[in-house]
Structures are given as structure tokens and as C-alpha cells.
């Protein structure tokens, strides 16, 4: 099945460093990647979308200088949190969507996530 | 907000079956996905419908009602590996999945 890869799984950085999550599919080529925050006890919340070769798509809320995402070729995505504060501690999780939705199949791989916890 | 409900937590004995509800309320539908999450680990996929009626994959169904917005998840002959979170999403008419809060599910001895 396909396989996709985030990278780091675990960091702790200090308050105002900026923090590389990378995400890779590994077997297969992603046209869209998405990007996900879940809190403790609460469900996905979709961050932006990021399409190869153009600007991600941020949602409502979600602070497009702050969380800057790249998407520089099919298999590999980042997500860049600038100036990270306490509050950006959370489980960030990737997901590649294989071609086009919908399908009787699942419509996007997720990766194992990152957590981040800044001090 | 978007429309999805699902119960917070449910508790269930090893061996018995649970079914858990999902109900939605979208003008665009592409489809209503199940996936399991253990706890500090990344959703993955269980089951898809996108037509009215049952598919069963193994210990685990899922259902789908249009009509109703109605969607469940049974699963059958509980083991405690299946303690984990459910999570229902359905996907909109712009092909973006719509996740629920999820459902605990706890099973006990």
C-alpha cells in the first residue's frame, strides 16, 4: 500500500525557533497534500492544503505566515512553523492524496505525524 | 461549524459487538469514510461508502443512509486491540474530507 513519511516524530524546541516538518510519500506521487493539527482529545483540523507547484490553501484562521508550507514536487510537502509559541504545541499529521477523489478506495494515506512541543 | 455528530465515548466488552453512529447534515456528498486511530498515532482507513447499504470487510461494517445522513460503523467480535478512536468524515463537493470529533471506543475484559 502507500506509504508516506513524516519527519521528525518527536520535537522540543524552544519559544521563537522555527520548526521544518517535512512530509514524503514514499511510493507513490502525491498531487495534493494536506496538513493537519489535532489537539488532546480532539479531532482532526485540517490546516491548509497544499497542491505540487502552487500556494497552499490555508483554512479559516489558520495564519499562512506563520505555518509556511512547501510543496516543491510530488512526493515531498513541509510545513515551516515560524516563531513557534507554547500554543503551537501539538500533533501534526500529513496526508497524500493519490489522483483524483472520490473512490472506492481511501482517498488519502496519512503519515505517522510529528509532535511538537515548544517550551 | 460542519455538520457531524458522532457519541464521544462508548464502552464495550471483549468479544461483543458495538455499533457506532455517525449523522451529518452537507448539500455536497462524495462519500463517508471510516478510519481507527490509536491513541498518539495517525488515523488510518477502514472502510468507504459513497451508495446506500452495508459493506462488510471482515469483523468490520459500515453503513450508509443518504436519504437519512446516517452512517455506523459495526464491528463484531471486539478484541482489545480495538480500543482506539473512530473517526467519521465525510467528503464534500469540493472533495474535502469532513472529519467528526471521533468516538472513544474502551473495551473491558
Known sequence: GAVVSQHPSWVICKSGTSVKIECRSLDFQATTMFWYRQFPKQSLMLMATSNEGSKATYEQGVEKDKFLI?????????????????????????????????????????????????? | GQNIDQP???????????QINC????????????????????PTFLSYNVLDGLEEKG?????????KGYSYLL???????????YLCAYMDSNYQLIWGAGTKLIIKP
Open chain 1, 70 to 119: 512547501n510543496h516543491a514536487s510530488l512526493t515531498l510537502s513541509t510545513l515551516t512553523v515560524t516563531s513557534a509559541h507554547p500554543e503551537d504545541s501539538s500533533f501534526y499529521i500529513c496526508s497524500a492524496r493519490v489522483g483524483l477523489p472520490p473512490g472506492p478506495q481511501e482517498t488519502q494515506y496519512f503519515g505517522p505525524g510529528t509532535r511538537l512541543l515548544v517550551l
Open chain 2, 59 to 67: 469483523r468490520f461494517s459500515s453503513f450508509l443512509s443518504r436519504s
Open chain 2, 8 to 18: 464521544t465515548e462508548m464502552t464495550a466488552t471483549e468479544g461483543a459487538i458495538v
Open chain 2, 75 to 85: 464491528l463484531k467480535e471486539l478484541q482489545m486491540k480495538d480500543s482506539a478512536s
Open chain 2, 23 to 42: 449523522t451529518y447534515q452537507t448539500s455536497g456528498f462524495n462519500g463517508l469514510f471510516w478510519y481507527q486511530q490509536h491513541a498518539g498515532e495517525a
